[in-house]
């Protein structure tokens, strides 16, 4: 079940680079998207049935446009912090606590933390995610994790977990 769900996936991700219908294109991409999911078949997914479920697609849907707003407005704080005569910032690491149960929930987690400036995920210990904060506003792990955690985590426990 794994190698069909990462084939189905590596086909449309060809299909979507090449943006074409030819025969040929189209047996290259069949060809190469069974080469990759019986070289990585083991190691993608970790339960192939939710992958078949419609409504984590709605809510998918749904974090596009909340992560674009949250990124949005991280980009104008950054720009602030750089423009400001006096660069008001106040780097550190915080340590955050998230509730997500699966390995990849934490690293989509971690990755739009990342891609949102102003912040940048260094390492996930278990529930425990290290944020490198351009402006640290709190220390404590409760009000550091409800600060930059709790904009991304519930959309993406309906996605993941």
């Not at 008001?88 to 690491?93: N, R």
């Not at 989509?108 to 506003?137: C, E, F, K």
């Not at 409800?146 to 996605?159: D, G, N, T």
Request: glycine share 4%.
């Amino acid at each position: 079940m794994r190698r069909i769900v990462l084939f189905i996936i590596a086909f449309i991700l060809w299909l979507l680079l090449t943006w074409t219908l030819n025969w040929q294109h189209l047996l290259v991409g069949v060809i190469v998207a069974i080469f990759v999911a019986l070289l990585f078949g083991n190691m993608f997914v970790e339960e192939p049935r939710k992958f078949f479920q419609i409504k984590r697609y709605f809510w998918f849907l749904v974090y596009i446009p909340l992560f674009l707003w949250e990124c949005l407005k991280a980009n104008f704080d950054v720009a602030y912090r750089v423009l400001h005569p006096k660069m008001p910032i106040k780097p550190g690491i915080v340590k955050v606590k998230t509730g997500l149960k699966s390995e990849v929930a934490r690293t989509m987690l971690a990755n739009s933390i990342t891609m949102t400036p102003g912040t940048l995920s260094v390492d996930i210990d278990g529930q425990y995610l290290y944020i490198h904060w351009i402006y640290v506003r709190a220390t404590e792990v409760e009000e550091a994790s409800r600060m930059i955690v709790s904009k991304f985590e519930p959309l993406l426990a309906r996605i993941f977990d």
